[in-house]
Every structure is written in C-alpha cells, then in structure tokens.
C-alpha cells in the first residue's frame, strides 16, 4: 500500500510569513509529486508540480523535492489571508495518484 | 479551454436509492479518475478509466461502478446507498504534458444520503 503523509496541522502562520508544509511518501519509485490547495467547500486545485530534485518556483510558492530522503515540501512566502486552505499533497506512481489527507493552514491577519 | 465539469453539483437520496454521477473531462483528457472525499477519510481513491477501459479501482465495494464513453465522459453508479455514502464525489481528468501527467478536478458532486 503506498503511502503519503502529511501533519493534518492545523498550522498557523501570521500574515507576511513563510508557511512551510512538508509531505513524505513510501514509494520510491515514485518519480511525480502535487501540491494542492483546497479551499472548505470547494474542490482540490493543482498549485505545483515537481519531477526532479531541487527547487521549483512558482511565485510565491516554492516545491522542494529530494527523492533519496522521501520528501517533498511546499514553501509559501509573504503569507495571504487567502492562503487559508488545506494542502494536499500527492503522489503520482504508474497511473494512480495517491494523496495525503491534508494540512490545514490558516493565516492569521 | 473549459475545465472539469461535473453534474449534478447537488444531491439529495434516500437510503437503499442509487444514484448516477456525470463528468466530462478537460478537452483532449483520456483519463478520468474518480474520489469520495470526506471529512474522516480524506481522498479515497475509486477508480480510473482510460479509453472506455478501468484501469484502476480502489477498495470500495461493488455498490460503486463506473464507465467512460468514447467521448471520454465518465459516469458513476452508486447503487443501494447508505449513510455512510454522503460525501463529496469528485472526477479528475489527467493531461499529458512533456511526458509528465497533471490530474486536475472538477467542481465536485455533493451527495447526501438520508
């Protein structure tokens, strides 16, 4: 059964601060990973992918991936209010997506 | 290009009824994939078509199926529904891009089971 974990939180950040979501998986074969933000009520939207070990930006969002340790984080900086949402990360291994259950992050005005 | 679309949005059932969920995927998207999600159990994965084929299934019971026309819309059928079905239902549709997949979601189906 493969695995992806995540702290469910909640995580608490205040406003203009760097929140930082981390997400370790079991397979290490896996070679795709997802962040997700969801937003209560709403459906699960891609906010970045990864493939390769290293950093990737995309605004104020950074993904970091390192495959040897089985890890891949999801950094936000100059948090928003409109950041509150719950992360989901996910881990794609041949044709499935397996996703952690989530943590939840409220930025505090 | 118009996204994952998803209907009904709303459902009401009673228990025992069955009920049929609609997706149509992202133009050009093969794979549809289907989740229950709830607030104790996250994602659940329920099962991935491709080219009118299941690929995937996850653990859920035979009361849950599926289909993909060759239009790539995808249905589910629940049928004989209990409580324990109310969730939200959502359909992905996967792309390919540079060699790499990206499954994005629909809106979501919220069912209520009374």
């Known amino acids: 059964q493969k695995e992806v974990e995540q702290n469910s939180g909640p995580l608490s950040v205040p406003e203009g601060a760097i929140a930082s979501l981390n997400c370790t998986y079991s397979?290490?074969?896996?070679?795709?990973f997802f962040w997700y933000r969801q937003y209560s009520g709403k459906s699960p939207e891609l906010i970045m992918s990864?493939?390769?070990?290293g950093d990737k930006e995309d605004g104020r969002f950074t993904a970091q991936l390192n495959k040897a340790s089985q890890y891949v984080s999801l950094l936000i900086r100059d948090s928003q209010p409109s950041d509150s949402a719950t992360y989901l990360c996910a881990v794609k291994d041949g044709n499935q997506f397996y996703f952690g259950t989530g943590t939840s992050l409220t930025v505090i005005p | 290009k118009a996204g994952v679309t998803q209907t009904p949005r709303y459902l009401i059932k009673t228990r025992g009824q069955q009920v049929t969920l609609s997706c149509s995927p992202i133009?050009?998207?093969?794979?549809v994939s289907w989740y229950q999600q709830t607030p104790g159990q996250g994602l659940q994965f329920l099962f991935e078509?491709?080219?009118?084929?299941?690929?995937n299934k996850g653990n859920f019971p035979g009361r849950f199926s599926g289909r993909q026309f060759s239009n790539s819309r995808s249905e589910m059928n629940v049928s004989t529904l209990e409580l324990g079905d109310s969730a939200l239902y959502l359909c992905?549709?996967?792309?390919?891009?540079?060699?790499?997949?990206?499954?994005?979601f629909g809106p979501g189906t919220r069912l209520t089971v009374l």
């Open positions: 397979d290490r074969g896996s070679q795709s």
């Open positions: 992905a549709s996967t792309s390919r891009t540079g060699g790499f997949n990206e499954q994005f």
């Open positions: 133009s050009g998207h093969r794979s």
């Open positions: 990864i493939y390769s070990n």
């Open positions: 078509y491709f080219s009118e084929t299941q690929r």
